[in-house]
């Protein structure tokens, strides 16, 4: 009985949703400025412009009102830390005068200036920033859909996926054999495979000795290579193994059913598969027009105004930043700069040119970490490297650098979830 009338109340209430619009956010009398995805770029945006001028009424559109940070997940999987640890909520962004809508956004209008809402919803704004990270290309890679993931799971937007391939290596027994398979460049977190692969071949090491992995790779090269391998020989060299595009490593389809991996060369049977497929920017930059054929989207690398749409920027994984890889820090600092540069152009004023800077922390081991740092300025239209501004930790350091940087790693997480979330 009670049961039937939760029914016969949610069906009431979804209609009258559908005959009466939610009501207008209250967006503020001063200019407007509109954030869809609140993630490392646009809350941070969001906060950083109604930080610069408090007059700018801010509206973060957000799908959930719980945010799964991915930095530090591998450790997730590794059963070094709960998933609760990477979990964050809006609370002090509302705080700090924000308006918080946790709806989807559905479409944006360029010529009326205005988002929708899945509750229907019109949002009016002056600017707009787009900032939805990633959506995983369903079609990159034959075999591999949404019921596949349930089966080889990608675990690269965190929260389910991050908790299934943990339980799958939990419930594996010891003996069994990993696979990753890493994608072409570009992709989010360019050295995160690697890092996963070591954090796993840890787990493996520690808990299941006869086990092994695997890393199926499209590419010769990858970040900070010669600084994990020398780890991996040094930490799992029977536990590890990569197998590199020219060595037969590009995997050309999977078959979820079987869990196998397939390249030009050979089967690889897995028992717990991790397939990270190819991205591209996520939907609404798609719907909105600000990708390219890419997927990706091109923006001016000043203010990050998209050079497809105007008073439309787009900051984060979603966009290209030339040499800028796709990290948590990266969306932050350009965060950064775009809220400053709306600010400027709302108040008829100028933005100036930047200078960004991103470093990626990954761990090896739970006390070995490494890092790679580079400086950015526009260049020729995109961000590029500014030639020996950054660089890599030391290739031969002893152990307590390493575990230094594995502190610094973790301070780092804190300090920026505390920026944009705290
Ligand atoms: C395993 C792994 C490890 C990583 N480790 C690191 C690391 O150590 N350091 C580092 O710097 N980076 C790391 N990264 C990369 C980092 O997670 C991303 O670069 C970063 O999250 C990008 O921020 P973003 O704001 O562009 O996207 P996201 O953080 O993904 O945020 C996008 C937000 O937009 C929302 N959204 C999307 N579409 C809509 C819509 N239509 N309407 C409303 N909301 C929407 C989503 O719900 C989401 O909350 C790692 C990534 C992975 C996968």
Not at 15 to 37: D, E, N, R, T
Not at 106 to 114: C, H, L, R
Not at 357 to 376: F, K, M, Q, R
């Amino acid at each position: 009985m009670a049961i039937h009338k939760s029914r016969r109340d949610f069906l009431k209430a979804a209609s009258a949703a559908a005959l009466f619009p939610m009501p207008a956010l209250a967006q503020g009398a001063g200019p407007k400025v509109v954030v869809i995805g609140g993630g490392f770029a646009g809350a941070s945006a969001a906060r950083f412009v109604k930080k610069a001028n408090s007059a700018i009424g801010v509206t973060l559109v957000e799908a959930s009102p719980t945010f799964t940070a991915c930095p530090f997940s591998n450790g997730v999987i590794a059963g070094l830390r709960p998933l609760s640890a990477q979990q964050f909520n809006y609370q002090k962004l509302g705080d700090a005068g924000i308006t918080l809508a946790f709806q989807t956004s559905t479409g944006v209008d360029a010529q009326a200036k205005s988002v929708t809402l899945s509750g229907g919803t019109r949002l009016p704004y002056d600017r707009l920033v787009i900032a939805p990270g990633i959506d995983l290309r369903w079609d990159g890679l034959p075999g591999y859909d949404q019921r596949a993931a349930e089966i080889m799971p990608h675990a690269w937007k965190a929260g389910e996926q991050t908790l299934l391939l943990r339980s799958q290596l939990e419930s594996m027994e010891d003996g069994g054999t990993v696979v990753i398979s890493a994608p072409a460049n570009p992709f989010r977190c360019p050295p995160g495979p690697y890092e996963r692969a070591s954090l796993i071949a840890y787990y493996l090491k520690t808990r299941k000795p006869k086990s092994k992995l695997i890393i199926l790779d499209a590419k010769d090269a990858f970040s900070k290579q010669r600084l994990f391998q020398n780890a991996w020989a040094a930490l799992y060299p029977n536990h590890l193994e990569w197998v590199s595009l020219s060595k037969g490593g590009k995997v050309n389809a999977v078959d979820a059913a079987t869990k196998t991996l397939k390249t030009d060369f050979n089967d690889y049977k897995a028992d717990v598969a991790n397939v990270i497929p190819p991205q591209r920017a996520a939907a609404i930059a798609q719907t909105a027009g600000v990708a390219d054929r890419s997927g990706w989207c091109p923006v001016d690398p000043v203010s990050f105004e998209s050079k497809l749409v105007p008073n439309i920027h787009v900051i984060g994984d979603a966009a290209i930043m030339g040499a800028m890889p796709k990290s948590a820090f990266s969306a932050n600092a350009q965060a950064k700069v775009c809220a400053d540069a709306i600010a400027k152009l709302l108040g008829g004023g100028t933005p100036g040119e930047p200078r960004l800077i991103n470093t990626c922390y990954s761990l090896v081991a739970p006390d070995y970490g490494i890092t790679v740092a580079g400086v950015y300025k526009p260049t020729d239209g995109v961000l590029a490297d500014i030639q020996g501004a950054g660089g890599v930790s030391p290739i031969e350091a002893p152990q307590a650098t390493r575990a230094l940087e594995a502190q610094l790693a973790d301070g780092w997480f804190k300090t920026i979830t505390a920026e944009v979330f705290g």
